[in-house]
């Protein structure tokens, strides 16, 4: 089965914008994709690295779900390094693709976060993304012992 279609039965629909896969889980299989900065219908699409593997997005969700942006948001205007960590990113994510405004998950706002899973995401496929790292150590593990839970 190729890449594509593993991803798209990871989100129960075709992927939007997909390029390639940018990050696999342990198990050999997609766990993290690059997309292209349009769709193919030429809409934008604004989070370049997008969490597929289900473990990962339901362990983010959960974290989401519990308060996770509003608490990492508070982080970042607390901690100078966390605020240093997002900047850099935002200023990455921006000059990897130049066509689209925005950082991370296409935010504007400076300081705030709009979505863990692209933050998330975005540290597997650029490691050294310290706020990533972070949140991504909240919800570890990040990948199931028993076997890929994307396997047929």
């Known amino acids: 089965m190729d890449d594509e279609a593993v991803v798209a039965r990871q989100l129960?629909?075709?992927p939007r914008a997909f390029r390639r896969v940018a990050v696999r889980c342990p198990y050999g299989l997609p766990?993290?994709?690059e997309q292209?900065?349009?769709d193919a219908d030429g809409a934008p699409f604004p989070t370049t690295y997008y969490a597929t593997c289900p473990q990962l997005?339901?362990?983010i969700s959960r974290l989401e779900a519990d308060g996770g942006v509003e608490r990492w948001t508070r982080a970042v205007?607390?901690?100078?390094e966390l605020r240093?960590?997002?900047e850099r990113a935002n200023e990455e994510q921006r000059e990897l693709r130049p066509e689209l405004p925005g950082g991370i998950a296409g935010s504007t706002r400076t300081g705030s976060l709009k979505c863990l899973h692209a933050h998330a995401a975005f540290a597997l496929a650029?490691?050294?993304?310290?706020?990533?790292?972070r949140i991504l150590a909240e919800v570890a593990?990040?990948?199931?012992d028993s076997g890929c839970c994307s396997a047929e």
């Open 12 to 14: 129960g629909r075709p």
């Open 31 to 33: 766990a993290v994709t």
């Open 36 to 38: 292209w900065p349009r």
């Open 57 to 59: 997005v339901a362990a």
């Open 77 to 80: 205007e607390e901690d100078p």
């Open 84 to 86: 240093e960590s997002l």
């Open 126 to 133: 650029r490691p050294g993304y310290e706020l990533g790292e």
């Open 141 to 144: 593990p990040l990948w199931p």
